[in-house]
């Protein structure tokens, strides 16, 4: 079985600030490894996604994460953020095989101040 | 067009209603999911769907209940709602070998009274 822990429920950030979201994942098998965001009123959108070679993976919208396998991590990073970054962030991961259902955190709230 | 496409956007009942929730995909992926969403838990998965002949239970199946009707329609059925199933549901597709990638439908929102 998997899990998937999001350090922070909440951060805060200044427009044009960088940040980082963290996601810290358990699993005794290989996975996949997924950043979803969900805006405001809206269902969930695929950020980026790791499958397997380079550890770092670029997606849409200037985002990017890391995959560690040492520290079985997939932190979520965007060097300056806009007021439209405003959203909640899901990590998820799933098995390599069979069902590939997706294990999600609980969610990181971005807030961008001006 | 939307890809997956849920119907009720919103709903509001009683409790002790009998409620189905329906999701529609012009994707054509196999598989096919219900979530729900709460507040600081993330997003639960209820049931899930390889083929219409193929149906499993999730985290969260215990008051739900599923019907694949073709590939590209899966609905969601609360036979007696109860309050603590007020929440943001969520269907989702994927294909067969798509590492995972699910894609998600803009959600119904059900509050039981």
């Known amino acids: 079985a998997q899990s998937v822990t999001q350090l922070d429920s909440q951060v805060p950030v200044f427009e044009e600030a960088p940040v980082e979201l963290r996601c810290n994942y358990s699993s005794s098998v290989s996975v996949y490894l997924f950043w979803y965001v969900q805006y405001p009123n809206q269902g969930l959108q695929l950020l980026l996604k790791y499958l397997s070679g380079s550890t770092l993976v670029k997606g849409i919208n200037g985002f990017e994460a890391e995959f560690n396998k040492s520290q079985t991590s997939f932190h979520l990073r965007k060097p300056s953020v806009h007021i439209s970054d405003t959203a909640e962030y899901f990590c998820a991961v799933s098995d390599k095989g069979g069902a590939q259902k997706l294990v999600f955190g609980q969610g990181t709230r971005l807030t961008i101040n001006p | 067009d939307a890809d997956v496409t849920q119907t009720p956007r919103n709903r509001i009942t009683k409790t002790g209603k009998r409620i189905m929730l329906e999701c529609s995909q012009t994707k054509g992926h196999d598989r096919m999911y219900w979530y729900r969403q709460d507040p600081g838990l993330g997003l639960r998965l209820i049931y899930y769907?390889?083929?219409?002949?193929?149906?499993n239970k999730g985290e969260i199946s215990d008051g739900y209940s599923v019907s694949r009707q073709a590939q590209a329609k899966f609905s969601l059925s609360l036979e007696s709602a109860i309050p603590n199933q007020t929440a943001l549901y969520f269907c989702?597709?994927?294909?067969?070998?798509?590492?995972?990638?699910?894609?998600f439908g803009p959600g119904t929102r059900l509050t039981v009274l």
């Open positions: 769907s390889f083929d219409v002949k193929d149906i």
């Open positions: 989702a597709t994927s294909p067969g070998g798509g590492f995972g990638t699910q894609y």
